[in-house]
């Protein structure tokens, strides 16, 4: 019969004087990811506010979303930041530029950002037939590159990967990027997106208001 070896780090917690802390740390877990979670997302915010580019005159808010949806017995997590042209109210349907990480069990399963409906569009397909719509997915069409979901859902009409199947422990990736240069190219990637955009996303906006 074979003895499995002991996680040194694991004997290094449950040591006799070591046990007492950890336990105490552990009751505290559900505190600590929400902290975490949500000092990456400020991070992330700041960021982005610091490099808005002078010359972009438009009116955004933002606000942190997280979303958590139960899926076969497991759960996947959606955490978004949003930024919304003016003062959109949630009954209203609109567009808003939103920034994605999505966690499967622990791990980010990929981030990236785009333009999702401020609420779930059931008749998508429909809605997207508007004549502001079709100009503003052509746009996207022809000038966006890499790793792109261009065909609209219930909930997105665009979106593009910054990265796809990372698959590293979440909380260690939220840590390590809040205190690097992780948003750097990121941010760039953000507001060339909303400056390209933004004039076709007022006038959608302004057409799905008198649905």
């Avoid at 390590?176 to 507001?191: M, P």
């Amino acid at each position: 019969m074979t003895t499995q070896l002991e996680s040194p780090i694991l004997k290094f917690l449950t040591d006799k004087e070591n046990l007492p802390a950890v336990l105490e740390v552990l009751r505290y877990g559900n505190e600590i990811r929400e902290k975490v979670l949500q000092d990456f997302w400020t991070a992330l915010e700041e960021a982005l506010k610091q490099r808005r580019p002078s010359t972009l005159a438009i009116d955004l808010s933002w606000r942190t979303e997280p979303i958590e949806l139960p899926i076969g017995g497991k759960t996947d997590q959606y955490f978004g930041l949003d930024a919304r042209l003016g003062s959109t109210a949630d009954k209203a349907q609109a567009l808003r530029y939103s920034i994605q990480l999505h966690v499967v069990q622990d791990s980010i399963d990929y981030v990236g950002f785009g333009l999702a409906f401020v609420n779930q569009e059931k008749d998508f397909e429909k809605t997207c037939r508007m004549l502001s719509l079709q100009r503003l997915r052509r746009q996207l069409k022809e000038t966006r590159q890499g790793d792109l979901d261009s065909e609209p859902n219930e909930w997105w009409i665009w979106f593009e990967h910054w990265r796809r199947d990372i698959r590293v422990d979440q909380w260690l990736c939220l840590v390590q990027g809040k205190d690097s240069h992780w948003f750097e190219k990121e941010t760039r990637s953000f507001w060339g997106f909303v400056e390209q955009t933004h004039v076709l996303v007022s006038e959608a906006n302004e057409a799905l208001k008198r649905l």
